[in-house]
C-alpha cells in the first residue's frame, strides 16, 4: 500500500505530493479533471509563495510582482513588497509546472476523483484500497471535509469571487485593488500581454455589471473583449479540525478566510508543508497546532479588514487611510506577502 495518497491535484496537493516524494515517502496523487486545470483565482503568487516554489525546483512563467497598490475615492496607496518580488501567473501555466516537477518527481496522478474515505485506525482505506495517510487537498468544497463530517456550518455575510483575462499590455507590476462600494476588483498582470481581473463580491451578478461599479478601471480595459468568466464562492469556509485519525487537511479544504489578501496558495504550501511533517513523524495529531500558527497571522489580519470594510464609513476611509499612513500599510502587506 502507498504511504501517502493526496486527494485534490490543485497547487497545493501537487506540492505536498513533492514534499513527501523529496522525504522519502510513496505517495500518489489523484485529480479527476484533466489538466492543465484552470480555477478562479486572482493569480498573484505572494513573495512567500514564489520562494517556496522556487525550494520545490518550480519557476513558472509569469509577470513580475512588485507589490500592492490600493485605488479608491481619488486616491491611490502603493506598498511595495519588502522581502522578494512576487510574480502574476495563469493557473494553467502553474498547474503545468506543478504537474511537470511532479512527473519528473516518479509520482503518479491517478485522474479520478476520491469517491470514498474510512479511517481504519492502522491505515487509512480510499476507495477502498488502502493507504497510511490521506491528505486532503480538494478545494474549498472539499468533498472529503463534508464526508468526514468536518464541515463548520457557514456563518456571517457571502462573498464570492469573479475572474476573466483581458488581453493587453499589463500597465503596472502592482496587484491593484480597485475599492467601490459594493466590491473590490482585483488586477494581476499575469504575462507581457495578459491581464487578470477578479471581482470579489457579496452581490450575484454579472462581470459586467460588477465592473460598472470601477469606471476607472472599465476606462482602462477600453471595451476590450474579456475572456470567459469563471466563478467562485462563498469563500468562507470553515472545518471543525484539520485531521480525523489518519486524514489531514490542506490547502482550501482545511478552510478559507476570503480572497481579500491573496496568499491562499502561499499559506496552503507552508500547510502541505507542515502536513507532511506530521505524517513523516507519524505524528497526524502534530498538523493542528502548527496549522492554527500558520494561519493566525493571516487570519487576524483578513479577518479585520473584511469586517471594517462592510462599514460603509469606514470602507471609504481604507484606501485614503492607507495614503496617509504608507509605512503602516506597507508593514500590513508585507505580514501577508512574507512566508508563513
Ligand atoms: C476569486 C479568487 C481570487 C484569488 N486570488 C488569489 C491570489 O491572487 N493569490 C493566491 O495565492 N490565492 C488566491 N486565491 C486563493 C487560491 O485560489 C486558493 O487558495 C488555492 O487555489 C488553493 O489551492 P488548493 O490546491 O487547496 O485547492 P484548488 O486549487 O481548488 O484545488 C483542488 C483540487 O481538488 C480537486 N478535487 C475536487 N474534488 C476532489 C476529489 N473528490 N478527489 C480528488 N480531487 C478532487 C479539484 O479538481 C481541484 O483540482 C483566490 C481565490 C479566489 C476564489
Redesign the pocket.
Known sequence: MPDLVV???????LAAALYAARAGIDVEV????PGP?D????????PG?VADLAALGIDPAGHRLAGIRYLGGGRTADAPFRHGEGRGVRRTTLHRAMTDAVRAAGIKIVER???EVEDRGSHVLVDDEPARYLIA????H???RRMLGLDRPPEGRRRF???VHVEMQPWTPY?EVHWAEGSEA?V?PVADELVGI?V?TERQAPFDQLLAEHPLLRERLQRRPLSRTRG??P?RQRSTARTRGRVLL????AG?VD?LT???????LAQARAAVDAVVMDRPEQYEAVYRRLGRRHELLTQALLSSSRVPAVRRRIVPLAARLPRVFAGVVDQLARPA
Open positions: 486527494a485534490g491535484g490543485g497547487p497545493v496537493g489523484r485529480e479527476p479533471r486545470v480555477k478562479a483565482c486572482g493569480e498573484g503568487l505572494m509563495a476523483a476520491v469517491g487537498a480538494d478545494g474549498l472539499s468533498p472529503v469571487g469573479l475572474r496587484v482585483y494581476t477578479a470579489l467562485a464562492g469563500l490542506v490547502g482550501d479544504a478559507y480572497a491573496g496568499e491562499g496558495i502561499a499559506l496552503g
